[in-house]
Nanobody, 116 residues
Framework: QVQLVESGGGLVQAGGSLRLSCAAS????????MGWYRQAPGKQRDRLAT???????NYADSVKGRFTISRDNYKNTVYLQMTSLKPEDTAVYYC??????????WGQGTLVIVSS
C-alpha cells in the first residue's frame, strides 16, 4: 500500500507561481510513473504531466511551457512547478503514482485558486 500526501496549493494572483509536492510513503514499493492531474468544478479530471522512471516527461498542451514536472527518487516525491498561472488553472490538483507492479494510487488533492 502506498500513501500519497500533497502540499503546496493555495491562492495566487494571475501571473504568479506555485510549486506542488506529492510525497509517497509505504512499504516495499517501487514507483514507475508519477503524474499530475487537475479537476475544475463541473469538469472531468485532466492529465497535466507525467514523469517516467527514466526521467522523461510528457505534458498536456494546456500547460506545456508553463508547468514543469520533476521527481526525486530518493524522497519518492514528485513536484509540479507552475508558472504564469491563469484563472483557468483554478482546480483541485491530484498526483498519481503507478508502481512497477502496476498498482495505481491517487493523492487527496490540493486546491489551487488563481485570482484575476
Amino acid at each position: 500500500q502506498v500513501q500519497l500526501v500533497e502540499s503546496g496549493g493555495g491562492l495566487v494572483q494571475a501571473g504568479g507561481s506555485l510549486r506542488l509536492s506529492c510525497a509517497a510513503s509505504g512499504s516495499r514499493f517501487s514507483i514507475a510513473t508519477m503524474g499530475w492531474y487537475r479537476q475544475a468544478p463541473g469538469k472531468q479530471r485532466d492529465r497535466l504531466a507525467t514523469v517516467y522512471s527514466d526521467g522523461s516527461t510528457n505534458y498536456a498542451d494546456s500547460v506545456k511551457g508553463r508547468f514543469t514536472i520533476s521527481r526525486d527518487n530518493y524522497k519518492n516525491t514528485v513536484y509540479l512547478q507552475m508558472t504564469s498561472l491563469k484563472p483557468e488553472d483554478t482546480a483541485v490538483y491530484y498526483c498519481r503514482v503507478v508502481t512497477t507492479e502496476g498498482y495505481e494510487y491517487w493523492g487527496q488533492g490540493t486546491l489551487v485558486i488563481v485570482s484575476s
